[in-house]
C-alpha cells in the first residue's frame, strides 16, 4: 500500500466535503480522493442552498459542526426567507451562491482543517478482505485508476451522479457524471462484483445563458432581501458587499405547444433515459405532458455568481435537442435573443438500493463500507450533505468503538431522511420535504442548535470556540425563558401601545406582552457582550421599583389583554416594540430603532437566535407541549431494539412477504420496523409480542 489512513472518502461533492470533515474533526487520519480537486464542492445544478425542509437540513448540518451552512454565509449573493405568511415550522432561509465562490471556500477550509489529506485521482476498486469468521467482506481500502493503493478499515462512497452515468442532449450521448467530467464505470462495475444492488436514476439541469443576451425590461426582479439571519448557528452572518437580483419571467402558449410538438425528441420520451426522474423537479418537458392546462411555468433566472456572465434558469431543466431548446428560449419573454453557453441535459446513473444499508448507512455487502448522498437515492445539494455527515460521522465513530451519533425522526431531519432511505427505501430521488416530518413543529429552522448543538459536543464535533458559544446561548435562552413568568406590565405602558384591558381571553395578546418582556430582558444585556466571557449566568431581574411598576394596575404576563390586530409577519415587530416600552418605562411608544445598539455582531447574531426561539416557543406554547407528550407517549415501544439476531421469520402471524421485508430492511428498533413499507399494524402487534418474549429469554440467558 502506497498510503495509510484510518478514513477513505470517495468523491469530493456536498457529501464527500461533510463526510471528510466530519471524520477529521473526530480526530483520525482522513484522506479526500476526488476526480477533480478544483471542483471540490461544485454545484452542477443551480447554485443555491436552503428553502423549506432543505433549509432545516443546512441548519441542522451546521449545528452539528459542518461545513454547508457557514460556506454560505461567507458566499451568497442573494437571500430571502421563505413561507413567513405561513407558521414556523415551514419558515426557512434560501440563499443564492456565487457558484465558483462557493467551491473555493469549500476546499479552502477543507484544506485548512488537520486530519484531512486531499488526493486526485479516480477509485475505480474498493478492496476487500474475507472475514475468518465467515462473515461478510471487510473494507481494506481502494485502488485508482493510476494503480496506487490507498489502505484504510473504513470507506464512505460518495460518488454522486458519477457511477456509470451517461448525459443526454437529445439523441446523442455520451458517458459523464455531469457536464465535461468522465463518468466512474469502472467504480459501478466493480460494486456490482461485490453484489451491491444498484438501481437506475435520472436527474437533470436547465441551459445556462449569457446574462448580456436577455431583455431585462420584461423579466420581473426577485430582489434580495436585507438580512442578517444566518444558516451558521456559531458565526454571525457577514452581510456581502452587494447582492445580485434573481428574476422571473413564465412559459407561454408557444412554449409548451412548441415542447409538445418536440417531445419524442427528448431523451426523456424517446426512451433513451430508463432511469426514474425526480419527482418534485421534473423536466419542462414533464410539466408540459403532467399538467397540460397550465400554460405559464414560472422561470426564475438565478445569477451564477459575482465574476461571471452565466445565468441558470430555474425551472427549465430539459433533454430536448439543442436547437429545439433554443426555439422554446425564444418564445419565453425576456428569453427572446439568449445565447446558450451551455445546453441543458438529463444525466442517468446508478443509485444503490438505501434498503441495503445499515440505520448508520452502512453498506450490508461489505463491512467497513459507506454510502451517503446522491448516490443512495436522494436529490439535492443539502440532502447529499446531511448523510455525509452522519455517514463520516458515524464510519469514524466505529473505527473508535463509540456508538454512532443519536439522530432519529424525534430529533432531527437529518434523521427523518436516514430512517426514510434505510427503512422505505426510494424508487426515485428522494427529496426532502418538511411534510416527510411528523414532529416539524418541534424541529425548526430557528432551534436546530438548541436540538443538536448538544450532541455535537457530547461526540466531539464542534471546536473549543464553537461549544463557547453554544453554551452561552443556550444558557441566555433558558435564562430569559425562566423570566417570562416573572415580569409585569402596567397600564400605562399598556396605553403606550394602543392596549386594552379586556375580560376576554385573547391568547396572541397574552403571548405578545410575554414576548415583549423576554426582548426587555434582552435588550438590557445587549449593551455588553458576553457571549465569549467567563460564561456568568444572566442574573434574575431585580424586584421593579414602585416609581417604575405602579402595583395599582398591575398585571401579569399572563393576564387577559386584548391586543390590535396583529398578523403573523407583524408579531416580532409589535413584541420588539412592547419589550423597548418596557425597558423604557417613561420614553413613551418606541421603534425598533431606539433600541440599544448590540455591542457586536456576536451580539446581534445571539440577538437574532434568542428572539427568532422564543417567540415560536410563545406562540406555539399550547402545540408544542402536546407534540412532546406525544413523542414521550411512543417512545417506550418505538425505541425498543431489535437485536441483530432476531429472527423475523420466526414471528408467527406475519405473511411470508412482510418477513422478506423484515429481513431484508433489519430495522434497528420497533419504530424502525413500523415504517417499513409493507408492514402494517396487526403485524407490528404480533412483532412486540415476539420481541418481548425474545429479549424476555435473553435476559434469563443472561442470568443463568
Same mark, same amino acid.
Request: net charge negative; with cysteine; charged share 20%.
Given at each position: 500500500?502506497?498510503?495509510?489512513?484510518?478514513?477513505?472518502?470517495?468523491?469530493?461533492?456536498?457529501?464527500?466535503?461533510? @463526510?471528510?470533515?466530519?471524520?477529521?474533526?473526530?480526530?483520525?487520519?482522513?484522506?479526500?480522493?476526488?476526480?477533480?480537486?478544483?471542483?471540490?464542492?461544485?454545484?452542477?445544478?443551480?447554485?443555491?442552498?436552503?428553502?423549506?425542509?432543505?433549509?432545516?437540513?443546512?441548519?441542522?448540518?451546521?449545528?452539528?459542526?459542518?461545513?454547508?451552512?457557514?460556506?454560505?454565509?461567507?458566499?451568497?449573493?442573494?437571500?430571502?426567507?421563505?413561507?413567513?405568511?405561513?407558521?414556523?415550522?415551514?419558515?426557512?432561509?434560501?440563499?443564492?451562491?456565487?457558484?465558483?465562490?462557493?467551491?473555493?471556500?469549500?476546499?479552502?477550509?477543507?484544506?485548512?482543517?488537520?486530519?484531512?489529506?486531499?488526493?486526485?485521482?479516480?477509485?475505480?476498486?474498493?478492496?476487500?478482505?474475507?472475514?475468518?469468521?465467515?462473515?461478510?467482506?471487510?473494507?481494506?481500502?481502494?485502488?485508482?485508476?493510476?494503480?496506487?493503493?490507498?489502505? @484504510?478499515?473504513?470507506?464512505?462512497?460518495?460518488?454522486?451522479?458519477?457511477?456509470? @452515468?451517461?448525459?443526454?442532449?437529445?439523441?446523442?450521448?455520451?458517458?459523464?457524471?455531469?457536464?465535461?467530467?468522465?463518468?466512474?464505470?469502472?467504480?459501478?462495475?466493480?460494486?456490482?462484483?461485490?453484489?451491491?444492488?444498484?438501481?437506475?436514476?435520472?436527474?437533470?439541469?436547465?441551459?445556462?445563458?449569457?446574462?448580456?443576451?436577455?431583455?431585462?425590461?420584461?423579466?420581473?426582479?426577485?430582489?434580495?432581501?436585507?438580512?442578517?439571519?444566518?444558516?451558521?448557528?456559531?458565526?454571525?452572518?457577514?452581510?456581502?458587499?452587494?447582492?445580485?437580483?434573481?428574476?422571473?419571467?413564465?412559459?407561454?402558449?408557444?412554449?409548451?405547444?412548441?415542447?409538445?410538438?418536440?417531445?419524442?425528441?427528448?431523451?426523456?420520451?424517446?426512451?433513451?433515459?430508463?432511469?426514474?426522474?425526480?419527482?418534485?423537479?421534473?423536466?419542462?418537458?414533464?410539466?408540459?405532458?403532467?399538467?397540460?392546462?397550465?400554460?405559464?411555468?414560472?422561470?426564475?433566472?438565478?445569477?451564477? $455568481?459575482?465574476?461571471?456572465?452565466?445565468?441558470?434558469?430555474?425551472?427549465?431543466?430539459?433533454?430536448?435537442?439543442?436547437?429545439?431548446?433554443?426555439?422554446?428560449?425564444?418564445?419565453?419573454?425576456?428569453?427572446?435573443?439568449?445565447?446558450?453557453?451551455?445546453?441543458?441535459?438529463?444525466?442517468?446513473?446508478?443509485?444503490?438500493?438505501?434498503?441495503?444499508?445499515?440505520?448508520?448507512?452502512?453498506?450490508?455487502?461489505?463491512?467497513?463500507?459507506?454510502?451517503?448522498?446522491?448516490?443512495?437515492?436522494?436529490?439535492?445539494?443539502?440532502?447529499?450533505?446531511?448523510?455525509?455527515?452522519?455517514?463520516?460521522?458515524?464510519?469514524?465513530?466505529?473505527?473508535?468503538?463509540?456508538?454512532?451519533?443519536?439522530?432519529?425522526?424525534?430529533?432531527?431531519?437529518?434523521?427523518?431522511?436516514?430512517?426514510?432511505?434505510?427503512?422505505?427505501?426510494?424508487?426515485?430521488?428522494?427529496?426532502?420535504?418538511?411534510?416527510?416530518?411528523?414532529?416539524?413543529?418541534?424541529?425548526?429552522?430557528?432551534?436546530?442548535?438548541?436540538?443538536?448543538?448538544?450532541?455535537?459536543?457530547?461526540?466531539?464535533?464542534?471546536?473549543?470556540?464553537?461549544?463557547?458559544?453554544?453554551?452561552?446561548?443556550?444558557?441566555?435562552?433558558?435564562?430569559?425563558?425562566?423570566?417570562?413568568?416573572?415580569?409585569?406590565?402596567?397600564?400605562?405602558?399598556?396605553?403606550?401601545?394602543?392596549?386594552?384591558?379586556?375580560?376576554?381571553?385573547?391568547?396572541?395578546?397574552?403571548?405578545?406582552?410575554?414576548?415583549?418582556?423576554?426582548?426587555?430582558?434582552?435588550?438590557?444585556?445587549?449593551?455588553?457582550?458576553?457571549?465569549?466571557?467567563?460564561?456568568?449566568?444572566?442574573?434574575? %431581574?431585580?424586584?421593579?421599583?414602585?416609581?417604575?411598576?405602579?402595583?395599582?394596575?398591575?398585571?401579569?404576563?399572563?393576564?387577559?389583554?386584548?391586543?390590535?390586530?396583529?398578523?403573523?409577519?407583524?408579531?416580532?415587530?409589535?413584541?420588539?416594540?412592547?419589550?423597548?416600552?418596557?425597558?423604557?418605562?417613561?420614553?413613551?411608544?418606541?421603534?425598533?430603532?431606539?433600541?440599544?445598539?448590540?455591542?457586536?455582531?456576536?451580539?446581534?447574531?445571539?440577538?437574532?437566535?434568542?428572539?427568532?426561539?422564543?417567540?415560536?416557543?410563545?406562540?406555539?406554547?399550547?402545540?408544542?407541549?402536546?407534540?412532546?407528550?406525544?413523542?414521550?407517549?411512543?417512545?417506550?415501544?418505538?425505541?425498543?431494539?431489535?437485536?441483530?439476531?432476531?429472527?423475523?421469520?420466526?414471528?408467527?402471524?406475519?405473511?411470508?412477504?412482510?418477513?422478506?421485508?423484515?429481513?431484508?430492511?433489519?430495522?434497528?428498533?420497533?419504530?424502525?420496523?413500523?415504517?417499513?413499507?409493507?408492514?402494517?399494524? %396487526?403485524?407490528?402487534?404480533?412483532?412486540?409480542?415476539?420481541?418481548?418474549?425474545?429479549?424476555?429469554?435473553?435476559?434469563?440467558?443472561?442470568? $443463568?
Amino acid at each position: 500500500m502506497e498510503l495509510s489512513f484510518d478514513i477513505i472518502v470517495v468523491g469530493g461533492g456536498h457529501s464527500g466535503c461533510e @463526510a471528510v470533515h466530519a471524520a477529521a474533526r473526530l480526530g483520525l487520519n482522513c484522506c479526500l480522493v476526488t476526480m477533480r480537486l478544483d471542483g471540490i464542492g461544485h454545484m452542477p445544478c443551480n447554485p443555491s442552498i436552503g428553502g423549506p425542509a432543505k433549509g432545516h437540513l443546512t441548519r441542522e448540518i451546521d449545528a452539528l459542526g459542518g461545513l454547508q451552512g457557514s460556506v454560505t454565509d461567507a458566499t451568497y449573493v442573494n437571500v430571502r426567507m421563505l413561507n413567513t405568511g405561513k407558521g414556523a415550522s415551514v419558515q426557512a432561509l434560501r440563499a443564492q451562491s456565487d457558484r465558483i465562490g462557493y467551491s473555493m471556500e469549500m476546499r479552502r477550509r477543507l484544506e485548512l482543517t488537520p486530519n484531512i489529506t486531499l488526493v486526485e485521482g479516480e477509485v475505480t476498486q474498493i478492496l476487500t478482505q474475507p472475514d475468518p469468521a465467515g462473515g461478510i467482506p471487510a473494507t481494506r481500502g481502494v485502488r485508482l485508476a493510476d494503480g496506487r493503493e490507498l489502505a @484504510a478499515s473504513r470507506v464512505v462512497i460518495c460518488p454522486g451522479t458519477f457511477t456509470r @452515468a451517461v448525459c443526454f442532449v437529445g439523441d446523442r450521448r455520451h458517458e459523464a457524471g455531469r457536464w465535461g467530467e468522465n463518468s466512474a464505470m469502472a467504480l459501478g462495475y466493480d460494486l456490482e462484483q461485490h453484489g451491491i444492488r444498484t438501481q437506475r436514476l435520472k436527474t437533470g439541469t436547465s441551459p445556462r445563458i449569457d446574462r448580456h443576451s436577455l431583455e431585462y425590461t420584461a423579466l420581473t426582479p426577485q430582489l434580495s432581501e436585507w438580512r442578517t439571519d444566518a444558516f451558521s448557528n456559531y458565526e454571525p452572518s457577514m452581510l456581502p458587499s452587494w447582492f445580485l437580483p434573481c428574476w422571473l419571467t413564465r412559459t407561454t402558449e408557444a412554449t409548451c405547444r412548441l415542447i409538445l410538438e418536440k417531445q419524442h425528441t427528448s431523451a426523456l420520451y424517446s426512451g433513451a433515459v430508463t432511469g426514474t426522474g425526480p419527482r418534485y423537479c421534473p423536466s419542462i418537458e414533464d410539466k408540459v405532458v403532467r399538467f397540460p392546462d397550465v400554460m405559464r411555468h414560472p422561470i426564475f433566472i438565478e445569477p451564477d $455568481g459575482l465574476n461571471v456572465d452565466i445565468l441558470y434558469l430555474q425551472g427549465l431543466s430539459t433533454s430536448l435537442p439543442l436547437e429545439v431548446q433554443r426555439e422554446f428560449l425564444a418564445s419565453i419573454p425576456g428569453l427572446e435573443h439568449a445565447k446558450i453557453r451551455r445546453p441543458g441535459y438529463a444525466v442517468e446513473y446508478d443509485a444503490v438500493n438505501p434498503l441495503d444499508l445499515t440505520h448508520q448507512l452502512e453498506s450490508r455487502q461489505i463491512s467497513g463500507l459507506y454510502c451517503a448522498g446522491q448516490f443512495n437515492g436522494t436529490s439535492g445539494y443539502e440532502e447529499a450533505a446531511a448523510q455525509g455527515l452522519f455517514a463520516g460521522a458515524c464510519a469514524a465513530l466505529s473505527l473508535l468503538g463509540r456508538e454512532p451519533l443519536p439522530l432519529s425522526r424525534e430529533n432531527s431531519y437529518i434523521g427523518v431522511l436516514v430512517d426514510d432511505l434505510t427503512t422505505r427505501g426510494t424508487d426515485e430521488p428522494y427529496r426532502m420535504l418538511t411534510a416527510r416530518c411528523e414532529h416539524r413543529l418541534l424541529l425548526r429552522h430557528d432551534n436546530a442548535f438548541l436540538r443538536l448543538g448538544p450532541i455535537a459536543r457530547d461526540w466531539g464535533l464542534l471546536s473549543a470556540q464553537q461549544i463557547a458559544t453554544l453554551e452561552a446561548l443556550r444558557r441566555k435562552v433558558h435564562a430569559l425563558d425562566a423570566r417570562l413568568a416573572e415580569g409585569r406590565i402596567t397600564a400605562a405602558q399598556q396605553q403606550a401601545l394602543g392596549l386594552a384591558f379586556s375580560r376576554s381571553e385573547t391568547r396572541r395578546a397574552r403571548e405578545l406582552v410575554r414576548m415583549g418582556a423576554a426582548i426587555a430582558a434582552l435588550l438590557e444585556q445587549l449593551g455588553s457582550d458576553d457571549t465569549e466571557s467567563d460564561n456568568s449566568e444572566l442574573q434574575p %431581574a431585580p424586584p421593579p421599583a414602585a416609581e417604575r411598576w405602579p402595583t395599582a394596575q398591575d398585571r401579569p404576563l399572563g393576564s387577559s389583554l386584548d391586543a390590535p390586530a396583529v398578523g403573523v409577519s407583524g408579531y416580532m415587530d409589535s413584541a420588539i416594540e412592547l419589550g423597548s416600552v418596557i425597558a423604557n418605562p417613561h420614553s413613551g411608544r418606541l421603534g425598533r430603532s431606539d433600541a440599544p445598539a448590540p455591542a457586536s455582531l456576536q451580539a446581534l447574531h445571539f440577538w437574532q437566535l434568542a428572539s427568532a426561539h422564543l417567540s415560536v416557543e410563545i406562540l406555539y406554547e399550547g402545540y408544542l407541549e402536546r407534540a412532546r407528550a406525544e413523542i414521550e407517549k411512543v417512545r417506550g415501544h418505538s425505541e425498543l431494539p431489535i437485536p441483530a439476531d432476531f429472527d423475523f421469520h420466526a414471528v408467527e402471524g406475519l405473511l411470508i412477504s412482510t418477513r422478506q421485508l423484515l429481513t431484508r430492511a433489519r430495522p434497528a428498533t420497533l419504530g424502525q420496523a413500523a415504517r417499513v413499507s409493507g408492514v402494517t399494524p %396487526a403485524d407490528m402487534a404480533n412483532l412486540l409480542v415476539a420481541l418481548r418474549r425474545f429479549l424476555a429469554a435473553s435476559e434469563l440467558l443472561k442470568q $443463568g
